[in-house]
């Protein structure tokens, strides 16, 4: 069976800063890799997914991740953070169920951004 | 972009009463929905996937005689918390997957249950 892993509970960050969430998957085919975020009162929204290809992928509201199979991470970065990023992030691994996929996510990290 | 919703945002209900949860795709049709619970702090845990024209899969230590999944179309599934409890307060998120194209879910806004 899959898992995540999100080592970091909660991240707090100065506006302007770089920013780097941890993810940390054990999966035992190809994974499938989602970053979602969710923020009070709105459902979960994806960030950014890797599939297959390009090892570094781009995301959303300037967010990117990098798949590292030696090491069985997905960390997610931003090169400066806004105050509009405060929110929770989840990583997620996806396994084929028929047609679709099931989502086994991480425990979260909860992002805070100083001003 | 698609767009789940979900019916209602929020609900509080006495212990021992029925509640239903809708969850719609609006611009696309799903064959597969999941049905996800979520406490506070915690993470999304997933409770189960919802067929369309067919029996929901439960994972496992989730009662089906108490979580029932109705996916009656392509566009609806519905979950149902019978004879709800106080432990039952949660916050209850579905996804609809796209089964063509690039395989991305796309996530109602939640439904918040407190059973009192």
């Known amino acids: 069976a899959q898992s995540v892993t999100q080592p970091d509970i909660h991240i707090t960050v100065s506006e302007g800063a770089s920013l780097e969430l941890r993810c940390n998957y054990s999966?035992?085919?190809?994974?499938?890799l989602f970053w979602y975020v969710q923020s009070p009162g709105q459902g979960l929204q994806l960030l950014l997914k890797?599939?297959?290809?390009?090892?570094l992928v781009q995301g959303i509201k300037g967010f990117e991740a990098e798949f590292k199979r030696s090491q069985s991470s997905f960390n997610l970065r931003k090169p400066s953070v806004h105050w509009s990023d405060a929110a929770e992030y989840f990583c997620?691994?996806?396994?084929?169920?028929?047609?679709?996929?099931?989502?086994?996510f991480g425990s979260g990290t909860q992002l805070t951004v100083l001003p | 972009g698609a767009v789940v919703s979900q019916h209602p945002s929020w609900v509080i209900c006495k212990s021992g009463t029925s509640v239903k949860i809708e969850c719609r795709s609006l611009d696309f049709q799903a064959t597969t929905m999941f049905w996800y619970r979520q406490f506070p702090k915690q993470s999304l845990m997933l409770m189960a996937t919802?067929?369309?024209?067919?029996?929901?899969?439960?994972e496992q230590g989730v009662e089906k005689d108490k979580f029932l999944i109705n996916h009656a179309s392509l566009t609806l599934s519905t979950l149902t918390v019978t004879s709800a409890h106080p432990e039952d307060s949660s916050f209850y998120i579905c996804?609809?997957?796209?089964?063509?194209?690039?395989?991305?879910?796309?996530f109602g806004p939640g439904t918040r249950l407190t059973v009192l």
């Open positions: 890797y599939f297959s290809g390009d090892t």
């Open positions: 996804s609809a997957p796209r089964t063509r194209g690039t395989d991305t879910q796309y």
């Open positions: 919802s067929n369309e024209g067919s029996k929901a899969t439960y």
């Open positions: 997620a691994v996806g396994a084929a169920s028929g047609s679709a996929r099931q989502l086994t």
């Open positions: 999966y035992g085919a190809t994974p499938y």
